[in-house]
């Protein structure tokens, strides 16, 4: 795939060429569609993820086409012939999460432009001082310049002036506009990386955020060694909580859940809702029957729990899956196991942990 085919701005951002302000307002524009799609998506944020996507966004703004998700999804099939989303590829392949080459740029460009135009706009706004100032001794010193001649000369250096003040200052509100614009577009990243990574019903990270750790975690035992437990755990009966109670009441109970994960896990293990009345659990450094005790420990806390209610307090129960890393893991392969492991515990009666080392 010839990259300078799909997107006219590659060279640039592949060398060291100086972007005009015409460039930098595509690649904003370029970044803004990208990460909306991606986040819609569930596309995981690599960097690998991130620099083909961006050719792909690159080729639809700069073509000026509309495309539905369907449509855009077919256009990266046709510039590459491999998943969408590198989390899904093979784990095998060794995926580097370190930014380079375009992404290491486009990230440095996305640090320094907000500085970048704030000092621009101060040397404008010091320059246009300047001038009016000097503008203005010249009109005092010429009234007492009696030679016509002379005085056309500094007419014309005069209204040179008051041109040249002119066009700094429609150059200086529209940087102004575009620096509005870019602080904009960073708190829109801030808020977007946050949704994109976290569940707000309960404040714990969600299923993409969580599987990217699980990656690297995978990729950290595949090259050093260090094991890692996963554990897969949801409610018992919980439908009938709903409803009987009522939704609000569900929604309670899963942040009440979410309350003991932060209470009873430590500050290094991984939490997160991974669906409905679901939740997982990474235990780094911990084999598989190290998870158990973990698993053992959040299964008491729940089970001894008292839930509010409107109608009083309820006690729940909840059924846990347990395993520990392999060599030749990837996210599918041990969330396949842990999830065989939680379908164990539901057909044994429930309120249980099952192992699958």
């Known amino acids: 795939m010839e990259r300078e085919k799909i997107c006219q701005l590659f060279s640039k951002l592949e060398g060291d060429s100086k972007l005009s302000q015409k460039e930098i307002r595509t690649i904003m524009e370029i970044v803004?569609?990208?990460l909306n799609f991606m986040i819609?998506?569930?596309?995981?944020?690599?960097?690998?993820?991130?620099?083909?996507w961006f050719y792909v966004f690159c080729s639809i703004v700069?073509?000026?086409?509309?495309?539905?998700?369907?449509?855009?999804?077919?256009?990266?099939?046709?510039?590459?012939?491999?998943?969408?989303?590198e989390v899904k590829e093979r784990a095998e392949e060794d995926v580097d999460t370190r930014p380079k080459g375009m992404v290491k740029k486009l990230a440095r460009i996305a640090e320094v432009i907000e500085r970048k135009?704030?000092?621009?706009?101060?040397?404008?706004?010091?320059?246009?001082?300047?001038?009016?100032?000097?503008?203005?001794?010249?009109?005092?010193?010429?009234?007492?310049?009696?030679?016509?001649?002379?005085?056309?000369?500094?007419?014309?250096?005069?209204?040179?002036?008051?041109?040249?003040?002119?066009?700094?200052?429609m150059l200086l509100n529209e940087l102004r506009k575009y620096h509005a614009d870019v602080v904009k577009l960073q708190g829109e990243l801030i808020s977007a990386r946050a949704e994109a990574e976290i569940d707000f019903l309960t404040g714990l990270v969600n299923r993409r955020r969580f599987e990217r750790a699980i990656?690297?975690?995978i990729n950290e035992y595949q090259t050093r060694g260090y094991p890692f437990a996963l554990i897969l755990f949801d409610i018992d009966n919980f439908k009938q909580i709903n409803d009987k109670y009522g939704h609000p009441v569900g929604d309670h109970v899963l942040k009440e859940i979410a309350m003991i994960l932060k209470t009873f896990l430590r500050a290094n293990n991984i939490s997160a809702r991974i669906g409905g009345e679901e939740f997982a659990v990474?235990?780094?450094?911990?084999?598989?029957?190290?998870?158990?005790?973990?698993?053992e420990r959040l299964r008491n806390a729940i089970a001894n729990r008292n839930f509010a209610t409107p109608e009083g307090e309820i006690r729940l129960t909840a059924s846990f899956g347990v395993t520990g890393v392999r060599r030749d893991d990837t996210i599918d392969t041990i969330f396949t196991?842990?999830?065989?492991?939680?379908?164990r515990a539901k057909q044994e009666g429930k309120n249980r942990v099952v192992v699958i080392e």
């Open 62 to 85: 700069e073509s000026g086409r509309e495309l539905n998700d369907l449509e855009i999804l077919g256009l990266f099939k046709e510039h590459y012939d491999e998943p969408y989303d």
């Open 282 to 295: 990474l235990v780094p450094g911990a084999t598989a029957r190290e998870g158990e005790i973990v698993a």
């Open 117 to 169: 135009l704030s000092e621009v706009i101060n040397t404008l706004d010091n320059h246009n001082e300047n001038i009016l100032s000097h503008k203005e001794e010249i009109v005092h010193e010429s009234e007492e310049i009696e030679s016509d001649e002379i005085r056309v000369y500094i007419k014309r250096i005069l209204d040179e002036l008051e041109m040249l003040r002119r066009e700094n200052s």
């Open 337 to 343: 196991r842990v999830d065989r492991a939680l379908y």
């Open 215 to 217: 990656l690297e975690m």
């Open 40 to 52: 819609r998506n569930n596309i995981v944020m690599t960097p690998r993820n991130y620099e083909r």
């Open 32 to 34: 803004r569609k990208q």
